[in-house]
């Protein structure tokens, strides 16, 4: 029993270490985000502010316009979710039941395409969207998250569509169901944790992605929370700390939201996409 006392401790006490190793980089922001200049300037900074103040989340509004732009990638996010799922759910099905070439050929695409880099691919993409007029524009910063985002929730998606059972797809054949009703009514709900998944995957690449939004977006109303971030920091490259700290933790806040909110269906999941029948 000692043993098993000893182990289970240890990994409590492992588990405990991670949570923090976690927690570590918010917390820090909070406690950055209610310190004072005068405790931020100190030789001995202590982790709990002395005297907590709000006045650096005012200073953060009234220096940057941080609730348009976290308006601007409320909307990116939510709509770069919805359009991946609805494009990624009916292909990730096909590749899943259609044991062809083409769907082997397609699988083996999504995998490679992940290995290439943002700076590989942004001047070719930089010059298709100025062909198609979407410079400066929510929704081309749409279309290329939509384009990043599908690799992995095809991957994703796969993984889940295989786990269904065909039998049930057969039977709804045999009552008379088509393809698309299959789908709709069978298939879909019982990917609904991985649909949950992968729409969080994809909500929370397009809030926290700053590399092409920086790229594709040069007005000021249109620029996406990440970009206007780093407006805190001067042209010397000194750091605006209080703000940009209380700023930055309530940009966490969003993604935090929906992973609490989704945390369930997400569990499930990542667990059953790797489970096969």
Do not use: C
């Amino acid at each position: 029993m000692r043993p098993r006392r000893a182990a289970r401790a240890g990994q409590y006490a492992a588990l405990l270490a991670y949570l923090v190793f976690l927690a570590f980089p918010l917390l820090w922001l909070l406690s950055t985000a209610l310190k004072s200049p005068r405790e931020l300037g100190s030789l001995h900074p202590a982790w709990i502010p002395r005297h907590p103040t709000l006045a650096n989340v005012r200073q953060a509004f009234d220096e940057q316009p941080l609730a348009h732009a976290a308006l601007n990638s409320l909307l990116v996010a939510v709509a770069t979710a919805v359009v991946a799922v609805v494009i990624a759910t009916p292909t990730a099905y096909v590749m899943a039941r259609q044991r062809t070439r083409l769907a082997r050929a397609a699988t083996g695409w999504v995998v490679v395409s992940q290995a290439f880099p943002f700076v590989l691919v942004i001047i070719p993409l930089f010059l298709v969207l100025k062909g198609l007029r979407l410079i400066d524009s929510l929704t081309g910063l749409v279309l290329v998250y939509v384009v990043w985002a599908l690799p992995f929730a095809l991957w994703m998606l796969t993984g889940h569509v295989r786990a269904v059972p065909a039998e049930l797809e057969e039977a709804a054949a045999v009552d008379g169901a088509g393809r698309v009703r299959t789908l709709v009514s069978v298939t879909a709900p019982l990917l609904a944790p991985g649909i949950a998944a992968t729409a969080l995957f994809a909500f929370v690449t397009a809030w926290n992605e700053f590399f092409f939004a920086l790229v594709l977006l040069k007005s000021p109303g249109k620029q996406t929370l990440p970009v206007v971030l780093t407006h805190f920091i001067g042209a010397e490259g000194v750091a605006d700390l209080g703000p940009l700290a209380a700023a930055a933790f309530l940009a966490t806040l969003p993604s935090v939201a929906v992973f609490a909110l989704l945390q369930r269906r997400i569990t499930g999941g990542l667990l059953a996409g790797a489970v096969k029948s």
